[in-house]
């Protein structure tokens, strides 16, 4: 069973930037496709950005595409999410996933959740 551990959220004014880091233990990841979903006050948790075991492909929903960036670092065994440009609503929390597919964006496609992690941003 592998586990989760999200870092780096914060709070942080409309147009900056977060990284946020999700780093495994207990089972290598690097042959598993990795996902980043949110999940804002009162709404569903949904996708954000996926990624493919060797960090060829990648995927991203519409609401941040161009803004946001996935990648991964398997000898640290650590998926990243590079957050740019920063709106509002962004806010909410931030969840990394272990996936079957990097082209599946369901939550029913998870097999790891990590715990998650607040990002806020003001206007």
């Known amino acids: 069973q592998v586990q989760l551990v999200e870092s780096g959220g ?4 409309a147009g900056g930037s977060l990284r946020l880091s999700c780093a495994a233990s207990g089972r290598t ?3 598993y496709p990795m996902a980043w979903f949110r999940q804002a006050p009162g709404k569903e948790r949904i996708f954000i950005a996926s990624i493919n075991w060797s960090g ?3 995927r991203y ?3 941040v595409k161009g ?3 996935i990648s991964r670092d398997n000898v640290k065994s650590t998926s990243y999410l590079q ?4 709106k509002p609503e962004d806010t909410a929390v931030y969840y990394c ?3 079957v597919s990097w082209v599946v964006d369901g939550n029913d496609a998870v097999r790891s959740w990590g715990q998650g992690t607040q990002v806020t941003v003001s206007s």
């Open 67 to 69: 803004r946001f960036t």
């Open 83 to 86: 957050m740019s440009s920063l």
């Open 10 to 13: 914060g709070s942080v004014q």
């Open 61 to 63: 929903a519409d609401s």
């Open 56 to 58: 060829s492909n990648t």
């Open 29 to 31: 990841i690097s042959s």
């Open 97 to 99: 996933a272990v996936v």
